[in-house]
């Protein structure tokens, strides 16, 4: 009885931990992210209005832009079904429409720092740069996968076809 009682807390436990996580793999919504961007700036930054203002119509607008710029991904089993040859052919299409969404996110993200040039004090500008520069250090494989990540399906080398 005691041993079913200690399992029935553990379990209450569980869930209730788990519900309070976010969910792994959920998407937060442009307004959500550019919120999220705004008031980190207004706090490393110490915006005016006119500027937190500014910044959210900004980052708003890029967060949208970029929204419209990825691709709608493919499913797995998708990938599975199709042959080696159409596999072959869909990552070469895949590398393509990758480079020119790569091109067109750095002119997005030349705007979106021209837009905050404008908006920003020199100083403040100055140390978003800074920032911005400490953040890619930390990131040296940006843009792309973290040491270790499986690619979603087997490249031309790899042993295992589906």
């Known amino acids: 009885m005691l041993m079913m009682l200690v399992a029935v ?17 959920r998407r937060i919504s442009p307004e959500q992210m550019a919120e999220q961007r705004t008031a980190y700036m207004v706090q490393k930054y110490g915006l005016n209005q006119q500027q937190t203002d500014s910044i959210f119509a900004l980052t ?17 089993d998708s990938l599975r ?11 070469k299409a895949n590398e393509e429409r990758r480079e020119a969404m790569r091109e067109r ?29 400490a953040r890619m250090e930390r990131r040296p494989n940006f843009p792309g996968r973290r040491p270790g990540q499986r690619p979603d399906f087997p490249r031309e080398n790899d042993e295992d076809d589906f």
Do not use: C
């Open 105 to 133: 996110m750095e002119k997005a993200n030349e705007d979106y720092r021209a837009g905050l040039q404008r908006i920003l004090t020199k100083e403040q500008y100055d140390r978003y740069l800074k920032d911005e520069q």
């Open 9 to 25: 807390m553990l379990f209450g436990f569980t869930n209730e931990a788990a519900a309070q996580r976010p969910e792994r793999g």
């Open 60 to 76: 708003m607008r890029q967060m949208e832009q970029m929204q419209s710029l990825r691709p709608s991904p493919v499913s797995r």
């Open 81 to 91: 079904a199709m042959s080696k040859s159409e596999r072959k052919a869909y990552r």
